[in-house]
């Protein structure tokens, strides 16, 4: 009996000294800003002006998002430009956040009142890729490649869709 006895002294003993479990418990607060949507406005349309080319050779026009005109092959620029704008867009949003710039990679096509066609390609940017809305704001040019072919049908041509530059927070 007096091992039974030291036995249950032992497990008491034991069970006694184990430490106990409280429950404890802490809060914390949820929180969320929505900040003001990114916009883009288009100011300008793309214009390539008056072009030129040669009845046996085609070529291309390249403007910069900076409205300059290069040319290649059997295309001229002539001496009365017509309007030649670069396409120009405002983004707006936050002050000091960054953005990117997604452009067309699909041609589009160009047709004139006769329903020739021409296709713009190439798309660039200024500012290229991503840009910081500096002020809450940013002009966004672009430029592209216009593709002539060999005596292609005078008129003006236009797209019957216009193209989308997209813009999204970073």
Known sequence: MKT?????????????SLPSRAQESATAT???????????????DMNFGNVAVQSSTGGTVVM?????????GGVTLPTTTG?????SFTVTGVDGYT??????????????TGGNTMTVTAFTSSPSGQGTLTGGSETLTVGATLNV??????????????????????
């Not at 039974?4 to 006694?16: C, E, K, R």
């Not at 953005?99 to 004139?112: G, H, K």
């Not at 019957?160 to 530059?165: E, G, I, R």
């Open 4 to 16: 039974s006895t030291l036995l249950f002294t032992i497990s008491a003993i034991a069970v006694l």
């Open 30 to 44: 949820v929180t969320a800003t929505i900040v003001a949507p990114i916009t883009i406005t288009k100011d300008i």
């Open 64 to 72: 910069t998002p900076a409205g300059v005109r290069s040319t290649t």
């Open 83 to 87: 309007t030649v704008a670069a396409a």
């Open 99 to 112: 953005y990117s710039i997604t452009l067309p990679t699909a041609p589009v096509t160009i047709t004139n």
């Open 149 to 170: 072919t060999a005596a292609q049908a005078p008129g003006t041509y236009v797209s019957a869709t216009p193209f989308a530059v997209t813009v999204n927070y970073d």
